[in-house]
């Protein structure tokens, strides 16, 4: 089976610029999961889709939001970008179940001037 | 509330050296603990997992046991090669679905 794919690997924006990050799961998996990892916070949850809705979500401002398609693939956006939104954006996905294991992507590196 | 607490950082270490990381949890239900691996450049990797007291995950020589009693999940390794170095998460799950809560991460560096 195919991995987690995230794309664009790498971005460059500047600041209040919008950018969307694309995940598409591995086939069968209907949870994605949003994740920021910076050298400073480390790794934090923005949130958790699962047949289209947004089932969790992280203490992240509003700029942050995502959706998912019926065929389990998820976009992640940011809005107004912030030199502080530089980071390695993970998605990961799941079957769907309770507290199971996450599949991890190899991450969207955003950048922001 | 849920948090996990990981042992700081960096730890160097000589081949066939043996290793522990220190990881101990708060949960306000009854998680899945999970330790994961990054490679530089590279998303993370289950490692191993454990989903109930006493449960012992183990792979590629690494093990690790879920004791609810002192709330801990500390990874050990026998003897560890160059090719362990990497940053190693861990992380529990406790809510509805899969929000995942991460330690701030172990990085470990092996030398020959």
């Known amino acids: 089976k195919a991995g987690v794919t995230q794309t664009p690997r790498y971005l460059i924006k500047t600041r209040g610029q919008q950018v969307t990050l694309s995940c598409s799961p591995i086939?069968?998996?209907?949870?994605v999961s949003w994740y920021q990892q910076t050298p400073g916070q480390g790794l934090q949850f923005l949130f958790e889709?699962?047949?289209?809705?947004?089932?969790n979500k992280g203490n992240f401002p509003g700029r942050f939001s995502g959706r998912q398609f019926s065929n389990s693939r998820s976009e992640m956006n940011v809005s107004t970008l912030e030199l502080g939104d530089s980071a390695l954006y993970l998605c990961?996905?799941?079957?769907?179940?309770?507290?199971?294991?996450?599949?991890f992507g190899p991450g969207t590196r955003l950048l922001v001037l | 509330g849920n948090s996990v607490t990981q042992m700081e950082g960096p730890v160097t270490l000589s081949e066939e050296a043996f290793l522990t990381i220190n990881c101990t949890y708060t949960?306000?239900?009854?998680?899945?603990l999970f330790w994961y691996v990054q490679y530089p450049g590279e998303g993370l990797q289950l490692l191993l997992k454990?989903?109930?007291?006493?449960d012992k995950g183990s792979n590629k020589g690494f093990e690790a046991t879920y004791r609810k009693e002192t709330t801990s999940f500390h990874l050990e390794k026998g003897s560890v090669q160059v090719s362990d170095s990497a940053v190693y998460f861990c992380?529990?799950?406790?809510?509805?679905?899969?929000?995942?809560?991460f330690g701030t991460g172990t990085s470990l560096t092996v030398i020959p």
């Open positions: 990961a996905s799941s079957l769907g179940g309770n507290r199971e294991t996450q599949y």
């Open positions: 086939s069968g998996h209907r949870s």
């Open positions: 889709y699962f047949s289209e809705t947004q089932r």
């Open positions: 949960a306000t239900g009854y998680p899945s």
């Open positions: 454990a989903t109930k007291a006493d």
């Open positions: 992380a529990l799950s406790v809510s509805t679905g899969n929000q995942f809560y």
